[in-house]
């Protein structure tokens, strides 16, 4: 059977969508990039917030109505999790599996041949690849869902497991292996290592060949000295780390019973900036969570431009049904919310582009993913990838003139700021 999966969402459905192509291929089935000659189309979906759960909602009426008479089409993932009724509502969908469901889709499928040894070897990946590392979520924060989506307790992957992926995925091309979890600095909490990550970077660094290391997801006061050590000292970790910090202003991180000791977050990045000189911090924030006040909303303000973090993402509030701030009184209105927005996102990219000016004059090795053949509308050869301060998908591109293969590590020298991407010249 020819299967086509749709995913949407974080980084970490990718990597379910990973899971369940493997179980597929295991039991004989084959991917293929045409939805239309697919005999079974799977949507991965997400189910964070509300437009989240929209998005996958729209797919799956669209997939359904666009169906073939021969095809079958299956929900899988976080909106099928906590809304199964209304996907099986749908006409035209045929099953609906919750997360983590790759067997069951597997067997919903059926055997067509005797399972591989290695089924991982028929799966290409791209210059970079991710690495689930952990999954679920035990932290208490009042606005968010995913504890009762993925489970309420840490469930960390066996380190063994996870250098032999990382191995497979640079068997299959991956030169940047970044690792993502709901929590990343959790992993190896449910055994009492407080430096579990420490010690599996320190692995994949020695034993899956990765060129570049990424973390992403990293929860506020729990970068300990060793992670920063073994990031400092490891030259195949990339100098970046994605701290979702969400607010700036003490009462408000309170009542989304997030970290609220603003010196504790000072004192860690002026540690990690001071072990790494250049490394890139990227942050989330969340406007018009219940009850932000003018003032509170101006401590963010003010935080994000202390603190002068290079790359940045926000997104309004949206009650989650079943959390605690969806009960919460004062909500605030729509058009505070997105006026703030606004305001926010306009500050954070002149910081982020004064970030970037910074970076002129410096040379660095850059991982290409255009493909060939890609030209300028004066039809001079172009090329576009990503430095080590640029995670794939959410932060910014470099571009340069010039020819190269996707996952070719080439040296650039950094010659002009664009804003969000970055302009370069060939250095050699």
Excluded at 20 to 49: K, P
Excluded at 190 to 207: H, K, N, S, V
Excluded at 308 to 320: C, E, K, M, T
């Amino acid at each position: 059977m020819r299967y086509h999966i749709v995913t949407l969402g974080c980084p970490k459905n990718t990597t379910d969508s990973e899971r369940i192509a493997r179980s597929l291929e295991a039991s004989g089935h084959r991917q293929t990039a045409d939805r239309a000659a697919a005999e079974l189309v799977i949507l991965n979906t997400c189910g964070f917030i509300d437009e989240a759960r929209e998005e996958s909602r729209q797919a799956a009426e669209i997939l359904a109505a666009e169906r073939a008479a021969e095809q079958q089409v299956i929900v899988t993932g976080c909106w099928s999790q906590i809304e199964r009724e209304q996907v099986i509502a749908i006409d035209g969908i045929d099953a609906a599996f919750g997360i983590e469901a790759w067997q069951e889709i597997a067997d919903h499928a059926g055997q067509e041949t005797a399972e591989r040894d290695i089924p991982e070897t028929s799966l290409g990946v791209g210059p970079s690849a991710y690495l689930k590392i952990s999954d679920g979520c035990a932290r208490p924060c009042t606005f968010c869902n995913i504890p009762a989506i993925k489970g309420r307790q840490f469930r960390s992957a066996p380190p063994d497991a996870l250098v032999a992926e990382a191995s497979a995925l640079v068997e299959r091309g991956a030169k940047e292996v970044v690792l993502v979890a709901q929590d990343s600095t959790a992993y190896g909490a449910e055994w009492g290592d407080p430096d579990g990550l420490a010690r599996l970077i320190e692995r994949l660094a020695a034993e899956s060949g990765a060129e570049w290391l990424r973390l992403m997801y990293a929860y506020p006061g729990f970068v300990t000295p060793s992670l920063v050590e073994v990031m400092a000292q490891t030259p195949q970790v990339c100098n970046y780390l994605d701290i979702p910090l969400q607010h700036g202003s003490v009462s408000v991180l309170r009542r989304m019973k997030r970290p609220h000791n603003m010196d504790m977050v000072r004192g860690s990045l002026e540690r990690l900036r001071a072990a790494m000189p250049d490394i890139a911090i990227r942050t989330t924030f969340i406007v018009g969570f219940p009850g932000e006040t003018e003032a509170e909303f101006s401590e963010l303000l003010d935080f994000a431009a202390e603190v002068q973090f290079d790359r940045a993402g926000a997104f309004v509030y949206s009650p989650q049904q079943g959390t605690p701030a969806a009960a919460m009184t004062d909500q605030v209105p729509d058009e505070v919310k997105q006026r703030r927005l606004d305001e926010l996102m306009s500050n954070l990219a002149e910081i982020s582009a004064a970030c970037n000016q910074r970076q002129i004059g410096r040379r660095l090795s850059m991982l290409v993913e255009s493909e060939p053949g890609q030209t300028t509308e004066d039809g001079e050869p172009i090329i576009a990838g990503r430095t080590y301060r640029e995670a794939a998908e959410v932060d910014g591109l470099v571009f340069a003139l010039g020819s190269a293969n996707p996952g070719e590590m080439i040296d650039v020298r950094i010659a002009e700021s664009l804003g969000h991407d970055l302009w370069a010249e060939l250095a050699d």
